[in-house]
């Protein structure tokens, strides 16, 4: 089966660090994407992992564990620009993505 | 054009109705996708073009035709619209249907059917 899950909302204060979670059941997975969306807008790629181990770009860093079925988004140093919804997206060996439904982060000052 | 258009933004339709949404692309890419985002559930496929010429049933295809007669432009028509169609509706593209396939997405388009 294909199934992603992920925590709903997540509230923090500007300038601390948060993870969001995300597990996934995927047939076949090949590789784990972050995509960050703010209000009325586009999806925007954050990062793909396809090994596992973290990943770092900037304030941003991911996460991937295959073994576990697990990957999580960690944002250092946050800003109020960083308040949006963070997709967690399952690749499978067909290269077919399975979106969760969203974490959507809340920035507080 | 930077990257891909959308239109309209968004628009109200009479159940019914016959409606097209309209997606071009300007970076040459292979592969094209509409998506629809509901309230509470992730993007959902609705169909795809791997390449020019070709296209494919996603998750959630029922009551949508789409069609790819060329690289830059992807249509997604609704032949007779439903209240149940009312969503959001990302266009995307790709350089290609493969591994680490990078999606670019639309604004998005608005659609409510009364």
């Known amino acids: 089966g294909q199934n992603i899950d992920q925590p709903t909302e997540m509230t923090a204060t500007e300038g601390a660090i948060v993870q969001i979670n995300c597990t996934y059941q995927?047939?076949?997975?090949?590789?784990l994407f972050w995509y960050q969306q703010h209000a009325g807008e586009a999806p925007t790629f954050l990062s793909y992992n396809v090994l596992d181990g973290l990943e770092e770009k900037g304030r941003f860093s991911s996460f991937l564990s295959r073994s576990k079925g697990y990957s999580y988004l960690l944002l250092k140093e946050l800003q109020m620009k960083d308040s949006a919804s963070y997709l967690c997206v399952s690749e499978d060996s067909s290269y077919k993505l399975i979106f969760g439904s969203g974490t959507r982060l809340l920035v507080r000052p | 054009i930077a990257g891909i258009t959308q239109a309209p933004t968004s628009q109200i339709l009479a159940a019914g109705r016959r409606m097209t949404l309209r997606c071009t692309q300007d970076m040459r890419h292979n592969a094209m996708y509409w998506y629809r985002q509901d309230l509470g559930l992730g993007l959902r496929l609705i169909h795809y073009?791997?390449?020019?010429?070709?296209?494919g049933k996603g998750e959630v295809p029922d009551g949508y035709s789409v069609s790819r007669a060329n690289t830059d432009d992807f249509p997604l028509t609704l032949a007779s619209a439903v209240p149940s169609q009312t969503s959001v509706y990302f266009c995307a593209s790709s350089e290609g249907a493969s591994g680490a396939n990078v999606l670019t997405f639309g604004a998005g388009s608005r659609l409510t059917v009364l």
């Open positions: 995927t047939s076949g997975f090949n590789g």
């Open positions: 073009s791997n390449t020019a010429g070709t296209t």
